[in-house]
Each structure stands twice: as C-alpha cells, then as structure tokens.
C-alpha cells in the first residue's frame, strides 16, 4: 500500500512538473546559467539540499521543474498552503509544509529522511518572500540538515523577473560540502559559509547578465516589493 501511494505521489508530482515545465519555458524563457564545477547539478546525483533565494511566489516551483529529474521535495510555508491549497495536495507534489505561526522541527526530520534516501530537499534559507536584492540573514535549517545528513549544498540564485517573456535569469552554484561539526558552534560557521557562498553567486550572475535584463529584473523586484509592503501595511490597519 506504502508502495502504491508513493507511486502515485510520484506520478502527480512528475505530471505536474513537466505541464508546469512546458509553461514556464513559454512564459518566462529561464536562462540558465552554471557557476564553474556546476554543470552536472540538475542531475540526479544522491541526497542534496538545493537553497534558493526567495524572490517571489513561483520560486520553488521553477526550481522543481528544472530540477525535474532530481524530484525536489520543497519546504513551503503552511500560511501559503492555506490560500486554496490543501496541505494533503502540496504533499502530494513533494512539498515539506512548515507551520511558521509556531516553533515546527516536524518539517526537518522529515527532510533529514528524504536526505539520507538520497532524496533532494529544497529550503529557502532567508525563511521569508525578499525580493529586495539584499540577502536577508540565513537561518541555520539548511546547514543543520547538511551536516546531519552529510549531503552537498547547492546554492541557487535567481534573478527574480517573472514578466512573462522576459527571460527569468537563474544560475546554479557548485556543489558544497560543509566539514563544520554538527554543533552549535558548527551550524553556525556553515551557516554564514552558505549565505557568503549565495552572495558570491548574485555577484557572479549579475556580471553575467545583459544590463536590459538586469534592469528590468530590478524593476520587477522593486514592484513586487511595494505589493507586498502594501499588503503588509493593509493587515495592520
């Protein structure tokens, strides 16, 4: 029974994917570019941790579809599950769902499981939408699973501009495999190794970038940002 129900996860998971796939190829045209040592990433390859910036609501999603050979579970937050979504229909499309309204470990043993059955896990390690081009501060769930699971880390950035034929800009970074002790002290360390290991890749991604297509990713990015900077606001009043 076990066995039929992940079949069937599998089944709905990969249908979704690859029709979400052949849409978003339409509508954003994803340039994909790869950090040197990078290039094999999006294939299967044992456990790993893909991190993502977090720049709108679609970036787990496009990562899954162009990781569709890899089957990325992705942490998604369970106020985002609300919003028409049953959390049992995310599930089904391997998604790890975190309660942020409470303090949830429940979404890491999950994800430790999936890890050390060489399953690859995607979080969004900021912990929250910014789509302000400035990294947030990472929290320490990525580098605590790495550690714990002994898998590679693999940094993802993307550039953020979801207008539809606009070119969404994305690249992989090189594999990382943290040696920090899995202590506190050791989740710390690896921690700011992975968000200086992203920095680099923003850097190096934006170099790379045409100047049309950085600045219309900007101005996307800065629109977004005033929506929800409204939005924040409205729930206050």
């Known amino acids: 029974m076990k066995k039929l129900k992940t079949a069937w996860q599998n089944f709905a998971a990969d249908f979704a994917n690859v029709l979400g796939g052949a849409i978003a190829q339409l509508l954003w045209l994803p340039k994909i570019h790869y950090q040197q040592g990078a290039e094999h990433v999006r294939r ?10 977090h720049t709108w609501w679609f970036d787990a999603a496009i990562l899954c579809i162009l990781c569709l050979r890899r089957r990325v579970h992705a ?5 985002v599950a609300k919003k028409g979504h049953a959390t049992g229909g995310l599930h089904s499309l391997r998604c790890i769902c975190v309660d ?3 303090p949830d470990l429940s979404f890491l043993h999950e994800a430790l499981g999936i890890l050390r059955t060489g399953g690859c896990v995607a979080i969004f390690p900021e912990g929250q939408l910014n789509p302000t081009g400035t990294l947030l501060p990472f929290k320490q769930g990525a580098a605590m699973l790495a550690l714990q699971a002994g898998v590679p880390v693999v940094p993802v950035y993307s550039a953020g501009n979801y207008q539809p034929f606009q070119r969404l800009q994305l690249m992989f970074g090189r594999p990382i495999t943290l040696t920090q002790r899995p202590s506190a002290a050791g989740v710390q360390e690896a921690t700011q190794v992975l968000q200086d290991a992203m920095q680099n890749l923003r850097q190096e991604l934006e170099q790379r970038m045409k100047p049309k297509y950085l600045a219309r990713s900007r101005r996307f990015r800065e629109k977004f940002a005033a929506k929800l900077q409204k939005r924040q606001k409205g729930k206050e009043v």
């Open 100 to 102: 942020r309204r409470k």
């Open 75 to 79: 942490v998604v937050a369970l106020d």
């Open 44 to 53: 299967p390859d044992g456990g790993t941790i893909f991190i993502l910036n």
